[in-house]
């Protein structure tokens, strides 16, 4: 079944979302814009979308663009990165092929002569697969967006891809919604996202004056400071810090955690990390199962001593 990856220009979610496309194996790229980056890819194609109505963003034109590309090409399985402009295209072309978008999905894996997506429900509590079956020549594709988080983007393999212009066919007739400033998402602080090490927070910390040792260990390790949700409810951290289903999904070379005891909410957030570690007083601690390293202690003895270490 072959594939063709649909990526937002300069988001960065779109190198995840190749990321897992190369992990089925060879695929394709198209961008609205020009190729730049995509060509240094190890992509088989990567073709360039361009038209003067889509300078700017609109769902309209890039569902009828996108449409046209994909009849032209044929792939089996189209994906997308799950970003906030995706959604307000995608589903629509899906629906032009009488399909309907599997959306935020975290694992994508081959099983026999059929790819199986696999997306979370209830904040995580429960996973479900969808078997996407191989497509016959010429049948419609199957679409999926990627979450972010599920695959790394250091991963991402570069090579030489040969480009190619698309120029769809469109009339100005069809673009029923005047063209808007692009979307942006809040602006914050500091960005979780991009870091490599990350030390978070939980309730085990009991106070707000003692995340201050929390701190000197982030400083020390040269790592970002987040936090688990009940410790930016009450104030103790922004909600910027705050890693979960309901703050940022994350996926660091090290994701360190301190006296957080690993709901489903927080995990849903930080288990595509590399390597997780976790410090909890408790032995039966969910976090432990998803743990690669676990200290069973008291953080208050663990942490200092740490810290000492690492000054060394």
Known sequence: MSILVIVEAGHRLSDETLAAAQSLGVSSAAVVGEAGALASKQLEKVYSVQHALLAQYTADGYTAALEQLIRTVKPGLVLLPHTYQVRDWAPKLATRFGRALISDVVKLRQDGGAFVATRQ????????????????????????????GAYRADTLATGTA??????????SDQIRAKPQSPFRESARAVDLTAAERIVSVGRGIQEQD?????????QAMKAELAASRPICDNGWLPMERQVGSSGQ????????????SGA???????KGAST??????????PIFEVADY??????????PALIEELKR
Not at 264 to 270: D, E, F, T, Y
Not at 276 to 285: L, T, V
């Open 121 to 148: 429900l209830f904040q995580g509590k429960l996973s479900a697969d969808y078997r996407l079956s191989r497509q016959s020549e010429g049948e419609a594709p199957h679409f999926v967006s990627i979450q972010a």
């Open 162 to 171: 040969s480009a190619e212009t698309f120029t769809p066919t469109l009339a």
């Open 210 to 218: 003692k995340i201050a040792l929390i701190e000197e260990l982030a």
């Open 249 to 260: 999904t994350v996926s660091p070379k090290l994701y360190l955690a301190v006296g957080i």
């Open 264 to 270: 489903i909410q927080h995990l849903v957030g930080m």
């Open 276 to 285: 997780i570690a976790a410090i909890n007083k408790d032995p039966g601690a």
């Open 294 to 303: 676990g200290i069973v202690g008291d953080l208050f003895e663990v942490v």
